[in-house]
């Protein structure tokens, strides 16, 4: 029998602390044989239906004592989650939910998975049933508040785009919700406090869980990932941000990447975008702004002032650049208000753009810009920005992470939903958030008015529903949007639901493939259905064979069966993909050619273990049959320093070892060169920052 710690200490050394623990074996049987040779320690709750394990409480050198018994005999990885915050309730909500829809979530248990709920606001009084707290073991999941460290709000936010039902109105008004704590102090917390969190909720008889979290681990067997699938199985509909890792391929992180969930981009209800313009170049300036600083509103044009060669005192109305770096938002946007700037531009220190927050009161407006308009600026300093916007909508953000999903090659996200500019509940009034977070949640209360009107519905007959009758956006692709955005009124009123309809056709290994894909086609109507395939354009790369038209009797299935011919060398891009068109419906497809370079490994975790005086290290590796080397890099000088692991054909999935202080450099500041070279092809480099610390 064996046993792994999974949760770092929580506190001093001598005074009891709580652990979740994961076990191999009945855990129920393991938890009383803890209790009878070790009476000191507290088991607070066994979990036996998504991961057997135990949380309980005892000091330090009881905990050791344990150890020693042979009991504890590996660690077990912890990653770690942060949440993925980054129009109005009131505009966002009728966007995607008619005013006259006969279903309002009533009786339908919505579970969130977050910083908790301050269930105190006056929009989620009526609507709060309970909860869990995961961070302290009690059974009040409220915000972290700030006397006990870094405040939140971002699971109060989440819970009002569900089901507020006062000032603003949720998705869900009359949903019932429960709250589980598993994010403490700003907003972060391991993966067996997420694991645990929902093994409470399917205990708890959860029809619909919300996890607006994440990582950005692309692989589809992370633990949490497992842990949600079964959540699945359970009979809970599991719904998940998919990240704000965009625009680039291959972001969207576990557990969105499951198989069983529904996971969730973000697109844009209706907005006024602002944005920065230099008429004498043309130059026009994308912005994002960051959470919780004002909205830019300035009537007269600024001038630039970069942060290099900037006065320490501004005149009026200048915009002060600055360049990402290791001081915090906040910290930037104090200083810059202190100068006299009338706004502040931070320039991502990266490709892309990036999603921040201000923790503190700031009285100027202030975004983040990509690192080519910093460079811009930098040497257009001086010059002058007109304050413009532009109506958008119905478009996907670019920090919406996009897929597919290494290993499986899933089509990721499935379904967008508005996620730009959200207004929603926070401890003491309204806020606006971006971000797949506030995606997600507007997903949940459709799923709670779904299971309303289908009380029987299983969650795999509410997820193809959903994504049946999704619309895709016009310029935007399967690895972008999945189905599309979610169509409540189609959803509601829908005489088909098609299961297994998005057709992943794989990475081609050979010059040319044959591919087949089946599908269910279920007729849920009181009337026949005919159903007939629109033949598509055909390109010299894939050939489709699609099934000739056929009719189903009411309540009906019929399992058909799509099939492609590809040819890799005449694929003209890496990813080949689009819709097919089966009556009103869209079938998202995907063929990954050889030019689909996907990352080989991603997600170092180095942490050091004090229960067994170690250093543990784990990554994701994609390809099979690898050789993986990590060298450590000075991170002030660059000199190389020394190979701290080299392990031969590692298979793909999760790679864990351990590593003794004797095979480590001395404390400090390290960068992670991580080689990954497989079988066959060139070898992938990536570093990352990591910390020795004895």
């Known amino acids: 029998m064996r046993l792994w710690l999974v949760m770092l200490i929580m506190s001093a050394f001598q005074d009891p602390v709580s652990y979740i623990i994961e076990v191999e074996g009945n855990p129920h049987e393991i938890a009383e044989e803890i209790e009878a040779r070790h009476p000191r320690v507290e088991i607070l709750e066994v979990y036996d239906t998504i991961f057997n394990g135990i949380a309980l409480k005892a000091d ?19 990653t770690t989650y942060k949440t993925t915050k980054q129009s109005p309730v009131n505009e966002s909500v009728p966007f995607i939910v008619p005013e006259d829809i006969p ?78 704590r598993a994010l403490g102090p700003g907003g972060s917390g391991t993966s067996v406090q997420v694991m645990a969190a929902i093994e409470q909720a399917v205990k708890d008889g959860m029809d619909v869980l919300n996890l607006s979290l994440g ?50 981009g973000a697109s844009t209800p209706p907005i006024e975008q602002p944005y920065l313009y230099e008429s004498f170049s043309r ?26 060669t900037a006065p320490d005192e501004l005149p009026a109305d200048h915009v002060l650049v600055v360049e990402r770096g290791k001081t915090p938002f906040t910290v930037l946007a104090k200083e810059a208000e202190e100068r006299g700037a009338s706004a502040l531009l ?93 995606a997600a949640p507007h997903i949940a209360g459709v799923a709670a008015l779904l299971k309303e009107a289908h009380p029987d519905w299983t969650p795999g007959q509410i997820k193809a529903a959903l994504l049946t009758t999704a619309d895709p956006l016009a310029g935007f692709l399967p690895t972008e949007q999945g189905a599309g955005k979610v169509d409540v009124e189609e959803v509601l009123s829908t005489d088909t639901i098609i299961y297994h309809s998005l057709y992943n056709i794989g990475k081609n290994t050979s010059i040319s493939d044959r591919s087949e894909h089946k599908m269910v086609i279920e007729n849920i109507s009181d009337k026949p259905v005919t159903y007939t395939f629109q033949q598509p354009e055909q390109q010299q790369a894939i050939r489709f064979y699609l099934p000739g038209s056929f009719t189903l009797k009411p ?20 990813f ?15 063929w990954l050619t050889e030019e689909a370079k996907a990352p080989m490994a991603m997600g170092l975790e180095f942490y050091f273990e004090l229960l067994d005086g170690h250093y543990h290290y784990q990554l994701y590796v994609v390809e099979e049959e690898s050789d993986i080397t990590i060298d450590l890099y000075d991170a002030n000088t660059y000199a190389f320093v020394q190979t701290v692991v080299e392990r031969k054909d590692v298979p793909k ?22 080689t990954v070279a497989p079988e066959r092809g060139e070898a992938y480099q990536y570093q990352t920052m990591i910390m020795v610390e004895k």
């Not at 811009?376 to 996907?396: M, Q």
Request: charged fraction near 20%; hydrophobic fraction near 35%.
């Open 283 to 308: 130059k026009k300036i994308e912005l994002l702004p960051l959470q919780g600083t004002p909205a830019w509103s300035h009537e007269r044009d600024l001038q630039v002032a970069h942060n290099d």
């Open 215 to 264: 990582n950005t681990i692309n692989g589809p067997d992370w633990p949490t990932s497992v842990a949600v699938n079964r959540a699945a199985e359970h009979g809970v509909t599991v719904v998940i941000a998919g990240g704000n890792t965009g625009p680039e391929p291959w972001t969207i992180g576990s557990p969105a990447t499951a198989e069983s969930v529904i996971s969730v």
């Open 576 to 590: 080949m993909q689009g819709y097919l068109q089966l009556n009103d419906y869209s079938i998202p497809y995907l």
């Open 103 to 180: 279903y309002t979530g009533k009786g339908v248990k919505v579970g969130v998975i977050d910083t908790g709920i301050d269930y105190t606001h006056p929009d989620l009084q009526k609507n709060y049933k309970g909860g869990f707290d995961l961070v302290d073991f009690d059974e009040d999941p409220m915000e972290t508040t700030p006397d006990q460290g870094i405040p939140t709000s971002h699971g109060t936010h989440v819970a009002g785009i569900i089901g507020a039902n006062g000032q603003m109105k949720g998705v869900a008004p009359d949903a019932e919700l429960y709250g589980y």
């Open 346 to 438: 931070i320039a991502n220190n990266e490709e892309g753009i990036f999603q921040g927050a201000v923790e503190q009161e700031v009285n100027i407006p202030v975004a983040a810009v990509s690192k080519e308009a910093g460079k811009w600026l930098k040497e257009e300093r001086g010059a002058f920005l007109e304050l413009k916007t532009e109506e958008v909508v119905d478009t996907i953000t670019d920090f919406s992470s996009r897929g597919p999903v290494t290993v499986n090659w899933s089509i990721k996200p499935e379904v967008v939903a508005p996620g730009a500019n959200i207004m929603s509940t926070v401890p003491g009034g309204y806020a606006s958030y971006n971000g797949t977070s506030m």
């Open 60 to 78: 330090q050198q009881t905990l050791s004592r344990l150890e020693q018994t042979g009991v504890i005999k590996q660690n077990y990885p912890v």
């Open 555 to 574: 309540n009906e299935k019929k399992g058909i069966t799509i099939e492609a011919v590809v040819k890799d060398g005449l694929a003209e891009q890496a």
């Open 653 to 674: 999935g999760v790679l864990k070892g351990m590593l003794t202080d004797k095979q480590l450099p001395e404390a400090g500041a390290y960068i992670a060169n991580i």
